[in-house]
């Protein structure tokens, strides 16, 4: 009780949240997959009061969530059921500490909103191209400490590319300012890329330096419906061969994700009959005032070749959201859904088609009925990787097969040189996972650091790696 | 002795070296600026040797240098003058492991040099972008220890951009095998990011997964007479501002470090008179059929707008390798003119013009007769500012004033928020420096990180961090 006052005193009277209707949301994730008691919910207004937190919490023996959005797939944004500890939401620190459109840097606290940092950039005729379905929701600091990804990262980089400085709340207290605004700095370490993907369990990201780069002069995004995924690596290679534009995104859709999406967008039209193909993909490039003319020489080329099977271009920045909202559903729809299992895979771009091939069939010979919510940054060789129940099946018989489909999912994922969460992160959901893909020594490497960093174990304990 | 033998034995007679006349240029950096006794130097053949090495030493209390192609200007590739580390040289791995053009990627030992990754990547149509003055020597295990920069980081980033995976020898002698070719993948801290630019004071990095690029299809070269710096960086947001196209090189170059260059070039024709401007730039352009007439335009527009006071474009790639060899040959001839100190500096860019006026005030009140040999990548923020002494000047003179003008330039670029060492790292050049410009918590993390991953100090002590 002391603790929690002195906890309390730090952040006065609008910081703090015990009641435990208001304390839910912030205790369990918006899957409610994850979640555990928590003493008390912080939020402090400023990186000082963080750092009086943590120092009070190391002081007193208390572990630490720190949470953005609460959007993470992974559970890494919640305590664990074993619970205990101090939530802290950076969501008050949410201001635009410092904007040199010249230099193409903004500064940003770790509760600004994803949406907020690209308005903000936006304003200056700037882009800030991390793209996410929850950019509204989700908070700058949580995108940096899981690396996300999104459907820009074949052009622009994950999150991490896109980060100059960082500030950082250490475990026992103190402050790391390297909120610098330089694009080559070699004195040392490189400590940002060590905090950035580390889900918080090396130190709290209070504040960064963005980068920030040129709006596209114009952008064509194309709705295509293409024979297979092996169609759809050729076709991307294609796309990417082209020095006439840049190719900011190119996301692939298995038919039946697109099923869930448009049955949940009320079954509006969708830019092909759906009936078309088992796979689409939405592409969207950037580039000058031809840009028009190179994507059509591109579809034409494409269809020569056999990698097409129909197309529309959108005609308006109104459709080419449309093709958008369509593929942003897709993560939504099949929550709502229920009963499914997530594997966000990565594979060498050259192994994508044969991951979906085998990882389909062996899913299938667990689950004969299954549907197979495929979709993703295959630009990148990540794939979302769902099955899905059958509509007739009952979720909770499905979700008994759960553990053995992600299993064999990661397992010919690894096999392939493979990652098991190419976007997603560990958090508690793959972390009992990891040893089984990781070598010894990574893992070693890992505690090695933790240990070093945080020998205590009071920051995200439990995220990524056992509480030892 | 015994120690010594047993090395012996692991790399086999081929593998070491220990007659003085041999040893020395191992033991001396190229600039003879540094260097001290060794007892052996090792030439492994393959990782298992390198491990070997390593728990031999890590046994026997032996410190160990890892050199690449040591072209080092920090003095990070050879043993500090205290002496007695052995230098274990990665030569001898000088294998391409894989290449997988459909991937993009090449897989490659530590002692490639640059110029033959360069050259596998280039003979299956693709790119390995980085690009440095010393490409013919320098070896990519090095480049990547010391997350090399070089001429195309613009446009493709550090050599830290240009890595999936990695292979490292770890202080006690064990491997992690992080040769993975992924785009993504978010399980667990950034190893590999810690590794690259922590110039060997971590482990050695034996082999690596490198990023491969398109080729571009059309290169445009120009080599320009600006009226000032501001100018320049004016210039360089107007050029990159350009949908049409991407920006590879943006070179600025002070008329003193051309007029080094063309005199070791035997005094042959430069692009423009020199006369005509105190700076010149080297601006390189990648893209599409239309390159020509984009460049065209851009010209016009820049010498509208007050930012151009000549300009020629290179009619055939001979010429373009001309305007670059010029670049290129500045180093090497401040070097061959004796009596410069070396600052390899970054600043934001907006501060760029800020920066050479102030320093180049600064400079001249402590030796009123200096050149400015100010030339690099300021397209980064990245400039190598060098005063060298007046030609009627004694070398040994004028170095009597290294320190004092080395601390001023560094100051100023610290107040301007920036960096001391943008590029070539800390080394031992650079490692007294380092706590005026760090704040102790980010020397403390340094430490943390050095303790735990080589508790005993013996991999490039002396290096980065002082001995302790």
């Known amino acids: 009780v002391t603790a929690l006052n002195r906890l309390k005193a730090i952040v006065g009277s609008h910081g703090w949240i015990e009641t435990p209707a208001d304390v839910a949301r912030y205790a369990t994730d918006y899957r409610r997959l994850y979640g555990g008691p928590t003493p008390i919910v912080l939020r402090p207004g400023s990186t000082a009061e963080v750092a009086s937190i943590v120092t009070a919490c190391a002081e007193a023996g208390l572990a ?40 193409a840097t903004i500064t940003v606290e770790a509760g600004c909103t994803l949406a907020a940092v690209q308005a903000a950039a936006a304003e200056a005729g700037q882009l ?24 820009n990262v074949l052009h622009y980089g994950n999150a991490r590319d896109l980060v100059l400085g960082l500030e950082v709340v ?9 909120l610098r605004a330089l694009r080559k700095d070699n004195t040392g370490y490189n400590l940002k890329q060590l905090f950035i993907g580390a889900e918080g369990t ?3 990201i209070t504040a960064a330096v963005l980068k920030l780069s040129p709006q596209p002069k114009a952008v064509e995004t194309a709705f295509l419906a293409v024979p297979d995924v092996d169609a759809a690596v050729a076709l991307l290679n ?27 967008l009320a079954g509006g039209r969708t830019p092909l009959p759906l009936e078309a193909a088992g796979w689409f993909v939405l592409l969207e490039i950037v580039g000058g005032g031809t840009l028009n003319d190179a994507l059509m020489a591109l579809l034409t080329e494409a269809q020569d070749r056999g990698l097409l099977l129909d197309g529309v271009v959108a ?34 771009i050259s192994r994508m088609a044969d991951f979906i091939t085998a990882a389909s069939l062996a899913v299938r010979e667990i689950v004969p009925e299954v549907r197979i919510i495929a979709y993703g940054h295959v630009g990148d060789g990540n794939v979302h990787f769902n099955p899905l129940r059958a509509v007739e099946a009952a979720p909770e018989e499905f979700l008994r097969h759960a553990p053995a489909i992600s299993h064999v999912v990661d397992d010919i994922a690894h096999a392939l040189g493979g990652s098991i969460s190419a ?46």
């Open 202 to 204: 090396l130190g709290i």
């Open 128 to 151: 800030f191209p991390l793209r996410l379905g929850s950019q509204g929701t989700c908070q700058i600091g949580g995108n940096l400490s899981t690396n996300a990804g999104g459907s």
């Open 238 to 264: 294609l796309v990417k061969d082209s020095a006439e534009y840049g190719v900011t995104a190119f996301e692939l859709m298995s038919r039946a994700s697109l099923d869930l999406a448009q049955a949940r």
């Open 64 to 103: 630490i969530v720190p949470q953005g959005g609460n959007t993470s797939l992974v559970g890494g944004s919640v305590p664990t059921a074993h619970g205990g500890e101090v939530i802290l939401s950076l969501e008050r620190m949410n201001r635009i500490r410092a904007f040199a459109p010249s230099d």
């Open 170 to 178: 250490l475990p026992d207290g103190t402050v790391w300012d390297g």
């Open 315 to 348: 005609g308006s920045l109104a459709q080419a959201e449309e093709f958008w909202r369509l593929r942003e559903e897709i993560s939504d729809a099949q929550t709502a859904a229920g009963g499914s299992v997530r594997c966000d895979i990565a594979v060498p």
């Open 423 to 468: 976007e997603h992160g560990v958090g508690q959901a793959k972390r009992d996972e990891l040893p089984n893909y990781k070598s010894p020594v990574e893992l070693d490497l890992f505690r090695l650091i933790k240990r070093a960093l945080d020998p205590r174990n009071t920051m995200n304990p439990g995220k990524l790696l056992a509480r030892s």
